[in-house]
Each structure stands twice: as C-alpha cells, then as structure tokens.
C-alpha cells in the first residue's frame, strides 16, 4: 500500500505561482507512475501531469508551458510547479500512483492510490 500526502497549497492572484509536493510512504514509489489530477466544483476529475518511473512527463494542453512535474525518488516525492497561473486553474489538486508502464496515462482508472487533495484557489 502507498499512502499519498499532499501539501503546497493556498491562495494566489492571477498570474502567480504556487508548488505543490506529494509525499509517499508504505511502497516501493520509484516502481510507480506518478500523476497529479484536479477537480473544480460541479466539475469532473481532470489528469493535469504525470511521470513515470523513469522521468518521462505527460501534461495536459491546458497547462502545457506553465506547469512542471518532477519526481525524487530518493525522497519519494513528486511536485508539481504552476506558474502563471490562471481563476481557471482553482481546483482541488490530488496527486496519485500507479503502475501504468512506460506512459504516464491520463487515464485516472490506471491509478490506485491516490491523496486526500490540496486546494488551488486563483483570485483574478
């Protein structure tokens, strides 16, 4: 079992930045892909980014240029960077793991365990 701690978040204008840090414990974490999500109110879960095991990222269009994932597997942590960050961007931001193979999948049925969410709230 891996447990999933997210922490980073908070209050900003439009424009902004914030990080955010995923720490994992209780599994072996280099061996999984990690992946952050985010959900807006009255809004579905959406994948923003990913990386696997071994570093290759995925990201969303939408925060394509503006965010950035990175993983620590000596520390197992993930972060998550945004930057010029948009009112659009307010959600609850979780991150989650998952052995997907060698592609960081959207898909968030590929991921098993998952955190309890920070929230990412933009002021325009």
């Known amino acids: 079992q891996v447990q999933l701690v997210e922490s980073g978040g908070g209050l900003v204008q439009a424009g902004g930045s914030l990080s955010l840090s995923c720490a994992a414990s209780g599994g072996i974490f280099s061996r999984y892909t990690s992946a952050w999500f985010r959900q807006a109110p009255g809004k579905e879960r959406e994948f923003v980014a990913g990386v696997t095991f071994d570093g290759r990222t995925n990201s969303a269009d939408s925060v394509k240029g503006r965010f950035t994932i990175s993983r620590d597997n000596a520390k197992n942590t993930v972060s998550l960077q945004l930057n010029n960050l948009k009112p659009e961007d307010t959600a609850v931001y979780y991150c989650?793991?998952?052995?997907?193979?060698?592609?960081?999948?959207?898909?968030?049925?590929?991921?098993?365990?998952w955190g309890q969410g920070t929230q990412v709230t933009v002021s325009s």
């Open positions: 989650a793991a998952g052995r997907t193979g060698l592609w960081a999948t959207s898909a968030s049925s590929a991921y098993n365990y």
